[in-house]
């Protein structure tokens, strides 16, 4: 038996997707009840669109009190103030809609909720002892796939990177992708969030396949995934195509369309399988440089790639990439590294920085960042070529030097 041949799949027990899905928003919130906390960004309540849905439904009967003090970086001590303000209201759901960062706090606001501070006592892996009060997640940028997701992410001051609350209680019940909502975004915030979510397809794609023991509790992400794979492949060519459209044009509607469903198909794929170096390296390097999450994984990704093809496994999956993205050649090596052209076109057509120099990384940083990077267990036991010191150090000179294994520049 083939060991990969395995899957998982962990999701809203709703997922709507496509313009004008907001209006079952009625339905979905009374299922749980009437009184709804609304987090929401902080810009939001200022849009016609929001206030359109807020009158629609305080008009069906719902009770909706309106949160939106929420920080980017998402500092627990003010989520703990949050969650706090939530206990005492106690609602019946909680309605998020916003950004990655807005629907993260929401997931935790739900957990404080549910089960008291202070939030410290939840970091990690299945430390949620139980159901949080339901969430139903609006997103409004096309990138986190934090609406059907197990995972939040906060800052704390007292350690040096940002920190991940994972647990399957942490799924929203319910998630409504209205393209909709991502109208107005900035460039920048669609470009960075998109090859956010491009990342998250192919990371999950090339996957580890992961031991697993299915007589009892399992981890949060189970690696390679036989259900995430085929998504994966979808939301590849989708993004592959459409994300340099959407920054360019950002009122092309079939573009926004096209976006928000890779990004969903992203946040479905990784949320069962995870993520890896990827992801492991730019936490570091986003608390170095204070630049985007998504920049920094988006830089990466060509790097990690042209690294992990050394592993002959790897490279036919990183060929199935490159055909995703609109390779015909007919060797898979070449494929393989077709899919790292694309991705750096890819890159160079939305704005991402070529090289770890641009954004203030110096070349001493280096070897601490990749200590960093190596202390994130849970993501570099999902890569799939062997994650030693040596392998970080040396995709980092390369993503520093802006140059590829070859010797050509990405």
Known sequence: MNPSLTGTLRLPAHVHFGYGTRAQLPEL??????????????FLPATKLFRTLLAELRGNGFDVTVYSDISAELPATSLDAAGTMARSLAPDAILAVGGGSTLDAAKLIGLLAAHGGPLSG???????????????????????????????????????????????????????????????APAAVTAFSGIDALVHLVESFTAATLPLDWSSALPVFTGRNIFAETLAMQG??????????????PENREAREQVSLGA?????????????LSHALQYPIGALSK??????????????????????????????????????????????????????AINEAIGVPRSLREIGITEEQLPHIAQLGMASQRLVAIAPASA???????????????????????
């Not at 919130?29 to 902080?42: E, I, M, N």
């Not at 060519?237 to 044009?249: H, I, N, Q, R, S």
């Open 264 to 276: 969903l198909l992203g946040g479905i794929s990784f949320g069962s399988t995870g993520t890896h």
């Open 388 to 410: 030693t010191p040596e392998l970080l150090v040396d995709i980092l000179t390369r993503a520093f030097a802006g140059t590829l294994s070859n010797g050509s520049p990405a």
């Open 291 to 344: 630049t985007p999450h998504g920049l920094g994984t988006g830089l990466l990704l060509p790097y990690v790639l042209d690294a992990c093809r050394t592993d002959p496994e790897t490279m036919h999956r990183i060929a199935a990439i490159g055909t995703a993205l609109g390779s015909n050649a007919s060797l898979p090596d070449q494929r393989a590294s077709d899919a790292v052209k694309a991705i750096v």
């Open 122 to 184: 939840y970091y990690g892996e299945n430390a949620v002892p139980g159901p949080i009060v339901p969430i139903v997640a609006v997103p409004t940028t096309a990138g986190t796939g934090s609406e059907v997701t197990p995972v939040a992410v906060v800052s704390d001051p007292d350690l040096a990177l940002k920190v991940g609350i994972s647990s399957p209680f942490l799924i929203p019940v319910a998630a409504v992708v209205d393209p909709e909502f991502t109208f107005g």
């Open 236 to 249: 590849i060519a989708t993004l592959g195509t459409w994300l340099p459209v959407a920054v360019a044009d």
């Open 29 to 42: 919130l009374k299922l749980h009840g009437t009184r709804v906390l609304a987090v929401v960004d902080p």
